[in-house]
């Protein structure tokens, strides 16, 4: 294994999985940290956790695990994936779990850069960027587990560290490779050990990657990954011997828990035309919906039958406020996962989910270990196989066109 690569979540993890694929490294994704070695012709390995929102502690001791099995699997690199809008708190988790993976790693000049262009997230001036909006003007400032109330990514990520934050401008890095270095170098000398790295346009995190050849962490989104699978090839360490893809035919359904403006636009474009379910918190938090019900309910139906949570940020806070957040999100995952679970038992063999928490739930619920990463549906969102009869598309909320549960569905069955 050359590249090893921990995500915080399963969206994301599969999001970097499709850039490495189309990148030309052979691939895998694991569910948690795997018990025992990767297959020999593994060329890059994401161990995907669920640790975007649990406590910071958790957070860090998980992926330390999953550092520690890479590190067995003889890797030559090591990536920290995270989400491209930077998705954390005040306290955490991405800042304590960057410095623990560089402490393990005695690594300096550890480049932190979300940016992924293609879907709209460019990091300017250490600012980040939604399309044209700041990240607090996005709709990331609504977002129920972890509200970006603050652009500034390297303000946000000082709240979260013990050590101060670097920064690598945007007319450094369109001076190439060595210029990043040496600003790299700069920032260590000046106490650095994180350094936030500007990237507006996919050449930019093409520089970065190449940057940070023999460095032995960064992190990022995706996006930081893209001109990583030429650095290996560079050093002639790919096979270049690429797998193949096939579809999977049968039934369908999509689950969605995200409250993100894309998918309650995606979700008001498929209802139009599909039939549609929604489950209040409320009557999940009485127990007035079940699993049972819900899987029932969409294998009786034709077209792709849709279930979704994705409420409006107002109605989502107010139930937060009448059962409490963490309880609330809780009783909503275990929906989910009970519900796939159920709908696969019943015969559905594609499975599309959207939002970050509810397609961690779901893999967590299907009880799956490794997943085969496919081509992509939309920017950041690959097909996956997870067994002989089973295909998964696993959406981040912000992510996808208006109508990607069409496509997804379309795509997953190969046509």
């Known amino acids: 294994m050359l590249l090893g690569c921990i995500g915080d979540d399963f969206t994301g993890s599969s999001d970097l999985g499709n850039t490495l694929t189309k990148g030309g490294m052979r691939c895998a994704q694991y569910v948690g940290v795997p018990k025992g070695p990767a297959a020999s012709d593994v060329e890059a390995g994401i161990v995907a956790l669920k640790s975007r929102s649990i406590p910071v502690a958790d957070a860090v001791s998980l992926s330390l695990e999953a550092l520690d099995w890479l590190r067995d699997q003889g890797c030559h690199q090591f990536l920290f994936k995270y989400c491209s809008t930077f998705d954390s708190t005040a306290e955490g988790n991405i800042g304590p779990v960057a410095e623990a993976l560089a402490d393990a790693l005695a690594a300096e000049k550890v480049i932190v850069c979300p940016a992924f262009p293609a879907t709209g997230?460019?990091?300017?001036?250490?600012?980040?960027?939604?399309?044209?909006?700041?990240?607090?003007?996005?709709?990331?400032?609504n977002h129920p587990l972890t509200p970006m109330t603050d652009p500034d990514i390297r303000r946000w990520l000082g709240h979260q560290i013990d050590g101060t934050v670097g920064h690598v401008p945007s007319a450094i890095v369109a001076g190439g490779p060595e210029a990043v270095r040496e600003a790299l170098q700069r920032a260590q000398d000046s106490g650095n050990r994180l350094i936030v790295a500007d990237a507006i346009h996919d050449s930019d995190l093409?520089?970065?990657?190449?940057?940070?050849?023999?460095?032995?962490?960064?992190?990022?989104?995706?996006?930081?990954?893209?001109?990583?699978?030429?650095?290996?090839r560079n050093k002639r360490l790919l096979s270049e011997?690429?797998?193949?893809?096939?579809?999977?035919?049968?039934?369908?359904?999509?689950?969605?828990?995200?409250?993100?403006?894309?998918?309650?636009?995606?979700?008001?474009?498929?209802?139009?035309?599909?039939?549609?379910?929604?489950?209040?918190?409320?009557?999940?938090?009485?127990?007035?919906?079940?699993?049972?019900?819900?899987?029932d309910w969409a294998l009786s139906k034709s077209g792709i039958p849709l279930v979704?949570?994705?409420?409006?940020?107002?109605?989502?806070?107010?139930?937060?406020d009448r059962h409490g957040s963490e309880a609330t999100?809780?009783?909503?995952?275990?929906?989910?996962?009970?519900?796939?679970?159920?709908?696969?038992?019943?015969?559905?063999?594609?499975?599309?989910?959207a939002g970050g928490e509810t397609s961690g739930a779901v893999v967590e619920g299907l009880s799956l270990d490794?997943?085969?990463?496919?081509?992509?549906?939309?920017?950041?969102?690959?097909?996956?196989?997870?067994?002989?009869?089973?295909?998964?598309?696993?959406?981040?909320?912000?992510?996808?066109?208006?109508?990607?549960?069409?496509?997804?569905?379309a795509t997953l069955e190969g046509t």
């Not at 159920?342 to 559905?348: A, C, D, K, R």
Request: glycine share 12%.
């Open 121 to 141: 997230r460019s990091v300017f001036q250490g600012h980040l960027f939604v399309g044209d909006r700041l990240l607090n003007e996005s709709g990331m400032e």
């Open 206 to 232: 093409v520089t970065l990657g190449q940057a940070a050849d023999g460095l032995p962490l960064l992190t990022g989104g995706s996006g930081i990954a893209i001109g990583l699978p030429d650095v290996f």
């Open 241 to 295: 011997s690429g797998g193949t893809w096939a579809g999977q035919t049968g039934p369908v359904a999509v689950l969605s828990g995200s409250c993100s403006k894309a998918t309650r636009a995606q979700i008001a474009r498929h209802q139009a035309s599909n039939p549609s379910r929604e489950v209040a918190a409320d009557d999940v938090m009485s127990g007035a919906a079940t699993a049972q019900d819900l899987a």
């Open 308 to 320: 979704y949570t994705s409420a409006d940020p107002s109605e989502v806070r107010a139930a937060q």
């Open 329 to 353: 999100a809780t009783a909503i995952e275990a929906l989910f996962a009970e519900t796939a679970r159920l709908l696969v038992q019943g015969g559905t063999t594609r499975l599309i989910t």
């Open 370 to 409: 490794r997943l085969e990463i496919g081509p992509e549906i939309d920017p950041g969102v690959p097909v996956m196989r997870a067994g002989p009869d089973l295909v998964l598309a696993l959406k981040s909320g912000n992510f996808g066109g208006p109508d990607f549960f069409a496509k997804a569905a």
